[in-house]
């Protein structure tokens, strides 16, 4: 009986990939995933096997694994950020149900909204909410409403998949939404292709969010009714200040 | 001019840790952070200054790193699981906004979130809200009414500082307001001390939830109306069933 990793490999390039995802990448005789995460590992893991997938074939991809390790192989199921936040780690637990003496872990990494508050400064530092925008599984009416409840419970907002070439209009929509529950002036970042090659990142506000050219590369972050922008930087004060300690 | 790096150590030992946030450690003069954390890196770091507060001097804490940075030195403000999710991140560029010229690089890491998730199974796969149970510097009335609308939302919950010895009952009050919304049976998982001695975790219902022994070394996750258990882990599906694709 072989197993199966479900990795976490960070945002971009191996400096952000923990040394338990590189343990866990060296150990693997098979590397499997879409195809632009097996190019990001590939070139530092020679001499094993990979399977690079396209897009929306991801239970095919799962079920690969499955079939790999159940005939004893070692396998690297490869997302990028984080395994469990809208990765492969769910799918991986679904699609093995029928072979319970397979073992699995999954390895966590440094997920997208993470990496993009970095970039962009602290936003996340109080209570936040995140939410994929793409309906591709979820139906619209779905995000539309977290997204106004979310608003309403005065989170911060991170926003995945914020558009895509068949939905170029998403965020424009998810930012129509919001203007109903916070003001206009609300400072909102953009973060693209975090820790990879073109790595950028900006601010703007709510009422300017929805022209921004985001993509799937894109992480949205909208703040709540306490974010400040401070020398650039997009900060969410924790609290203290109420307290008379600031 | 010194620099400040705020620098997310990830949940426990130094296999969670990226390499950035090792080179930025190795990199710094001072480290600087909760005595327990100081414990956690300061050995691999020989020879550095280190600078241990207690938890709640935080606002002196960051002070301490902007003094020395402005002084000239290079500075560590080290912060468990990531450095932006109710890290120090934000509270530095608040207490150096006075000090514009001061470099300042947050280093995101593994934050508990997506490490205790990868420890039950997937819990995060899905839309998700994390929210503080500390009223220390929110108040209550806040933090019940983010529950509220997060549970209406239908939205997996990640609950951090759950519990504590001064407020031993804010998770059997948060699981009270939440069975409010969602059934009885509701999955949940909390995973304590995660990549570190003593490292647990356990499944029970959103009913049995008050009574668990939680602590400020715990993190809570309530699942959805589509979380399920398979093989003894949480597990919230991303959708693909939904599609006649599993």
Redesign the interface.
Known sequence: MGKIYVI?I??GG???????AQ?ALAASDVLVGYTTYIDLVKEHYPGKDTIATPMTT??ARCRTCRDLALKGRTVAMICSG??????M?????????DA?DLE?E??????AA??G???L????????????LSDA??PWG?IA??LE??A????VLCLYNPASKTRPDTLKKAADILLGYCGPDTPCGLARRVGREGEECWLCTLEELGEQPADMSTTVFVGNSQTQV??G?L?????????G??
Chains 1, 2 share one sequence.
């Open positions: 976490g960070g945002p191996a400096q952000e990939t923990t040394p338990r343990a991801e239970v984080d395994a469990g936040v809208y990765g780690a769910g799918l991986i637990y679904q699609v093995c149900e319970p699995i999954v390895i966590p990494g440094v997920t993470t990496a508050a970095a970039l400064g602290a936003p996340l530092v109080h209570d936040f909410a995140v939410i994929s599984l979820t779905t409403k977290r409840l979310a309403e419970g005065d989170f401070i020398g930087k900060v969410t004060p924790r609290g203290y200040e109420t307290k300690a600031l």
